[in-house]
């Protein structure tokens, strides 16, 4: 796979991508965005600091917060990711017209959006809330 040819886990290609968007951010802010449980997280989190393309350290203002930064060495990497980001696009992608490709894009930034919404009405507990059917 792409990210393979970096070396580096497929599971660490959206935890990348998301940094070099929005650099400096707490692991659990991580692992919520993408929805992966904090030991997934912080599995990619280590490969990718192993790989030296992030770094962590801890939160100066509450020390059990860790916090994740992408280094000068990622920086220079991100137009490979982003390449890579972009191939796997056009894969997933073939045979589809630009029509077809941009309304199954919207489909499933929709998707994404109702996911959003219902994992924010799920409780503590990790239950989601009953509804009336």
């Known amino acids: 796979m792409e990210m393979e040819r ?3 886990p497929p599971v660490a290609f ?3 991508l998301r940094l070099l968007r929005h650099d ?3 692991q659990e802010h991580l692992a919520d965005h993408l929805r992966v449980d904090k030991g997934t997280a912080a599995r990619a989190v ?3 600091e192993e ?3 992030i770094q962590r350290s801890v939160d100066e203002e509450d020390r059990r917060i860790k916090r994740v930064r992408v280094t ?3 920086r220079e990497m991100a137009p490979q990711i982003r390449d890579a980001a972009g ?3 056009e894969l997933l992608l073939d045979g589809f017209s630009a029509e077809e490709a941009a309304d199954a894009l919207s ?3 929709r998707m994404a959006d109702n996911a959003r919404r219902h994992w924010q009405d799920v409780d503590t507990s990790g239950c989601a809330p009953e509804q009336d059917r």
Do not use: C, M, Q, T
């Open 6 to 8: 970096l070396g580096l």
């Open 14 to 16: 959206p935890l990348i």
């Open 24 to 26: 400096d951010v707490s």
């Open 46 to 48: 280590a490969r990718l």
């Open 51 to 53: 790989a030296g393309l």
């Open 72 to 74: 000068e060495k990622g």
């Open 87 to 89: 191939r796997w696009s």
């Open 107 to 109: 489909f499933l930034e």
